[in-house]
């Protein structure tokens, strides 16, 4: 039997929160668990959680009050820096984008999304720790190219074949164990790799490795079969 993807729900508006767990009630493997209408009420119920109710994945509103969605993820990461988090917002702009690629957020997603939508982005972030739409990378690829500091390479200037197959593969959304399976190395050896490519791209974390990759180099769209 899979194991369910927990999830906790914060935003101030009650009804999504309740809609949200009604519609993920119907997901066989995604479970509800904490849910809050704010910032500082989740940080106590996380706090006082046990290991069996610590979510794998937060949905976060971005304007709450009094704590708002962007002071949140910043505690959040800080304390508990593999917590995986996903962004709901009825719009963003690519700074905010930017914003929160910095800080290790997982995926974007529209408060109005359907839920295959919704469920598919949850399943990626969870497998794959990362989610980008096709708008998330047009915002993204604004943002980076605005930025005073850009990246001068490509990936075969900096990077091995080996590493240049894997981080292909990390775009597409493969896990470690997958990767290795394609490649027919160890989930070990892919884990070695990705920290030299973090390492060689200077990027802090793996959301940060595939935003610079979609704005900066020449990768496929689709899983390679």
Same mark, same amino acid.
């Given at each position: 039997?899979? /194991?369910?993807?927990?999830?906790?729900?914060?935003?101030?508006?009650?009804?999504?929160?309740?809609?949200?767990?009604?519609?993920?009630?119907?997901?066989?493997?995604?479970?509800?668990?904490?849910?809050?209408?704010?910032?500082?009420?989740?940080?106590?119920?996380?706090?006082?959680?046990?290991?069996?109710?610590?979510?794998?994945?937060?949905?976060?509103?971005?304007?709450?009050?009094?704590?708002?969605?962007?002071?949140?993820?910043?505690?959040?990461?800080?304390?508990?820096?593999?917590? /995986?988090?996903?962004?709901?917002?009825?719009?963003? /702009?690519? !700074? *905010?984008?930017?914003?929160?690629?910095?800080?290790?957020?997982?995926?974007?997603?529209?408060?109005?999304?359907?839920?295959?939508?919704?469920?598919?982005?949850?399943?990626?972030?969870?497998?794959?720790?990362?989610?980008?739409?096709?708008?998330?990378?047009?915002?993204?690829?604004?943002?980076?190219?605005?930025?005073?500091?850009?990246?001068?390479?490509?990936?075969?200037?900096?990077?091995?074949?080996?590493?240049?197959?894997?981080?292909?593969?990390?775009?597409?959304?493969?896990?470690?164990?997958?990767?290795?399976?394609?490649?027919?190395?160890?989930?070990?050896? *892919?884990?070695?790799?990705?920290?030299?490519?973090?390492?060689?791209?200077?990027?802090? !974390?793996?959301?940060?490795?595939?935003?610079?990759?979609?704005?900066?180099?020449?990768?496929?769209?689709?899983?390679?079969?």
């Amino acid at each position: 039997m899979n /194991k369910k993807i927990k999830i906790a729900i914060i935003d101030d508006e009650t009804l999504l929160v309740e809609g949200f767990s009604i519609m993920f009630s119907n997901v066989k493997n995604i479970q509800v668990g904490i849910t809050a209408n704010n910032g500082l009420d989740f940080l106590n119920t996380l706090e006082e959680s046990s290991e069996s109710d610590f979510p794998d994945i937060v949905l976060v509103d971005i304007q709450m009050k009094p704590m708002d969605g962007f002071e949140l993820v910043e505690i959040l990461k800080e304390k508990h820096p593999y917590l /995986k988090i996903i962004i709901l917002s009825s719009h963003y /702009k690519s !700074n *905010v984008l930017g914003h929160m690629i910095k800080l290790g957020v997982s995926a974007f997603i529209p408060k109005n999304a359907n839920k295959e939508l919704l469920v598919t982005a949850i399943e990626s972030v969870n497998n794959s720790g990362v989610y980008f739409t096709k708008t998330d990378q047009e915002l993204l690829a604004k943002y980076m190219s605005s930025r005073s500091k850009k990246l001068r390479f490509t990936s075969n200037e900096v990077l091995s074949k080996r590493e240049n197959e894997i981080l292909k593969l990390i775009c597409l959304e493969y896990t470690n164990q997958e990767i290795g399976d394609k490649l027919c190395i160890s989930k070990r050896t *892919v884990e070695n790799h990705r920290q030299k490519i973090l390492e060689k791209i200077g990027a802090k !974390n793996t959301v940060g490795l595939v935003a610079v990759s979609y704005t900066h180099l020449t990768l496929p769209t689709k899983r390679i079969v």
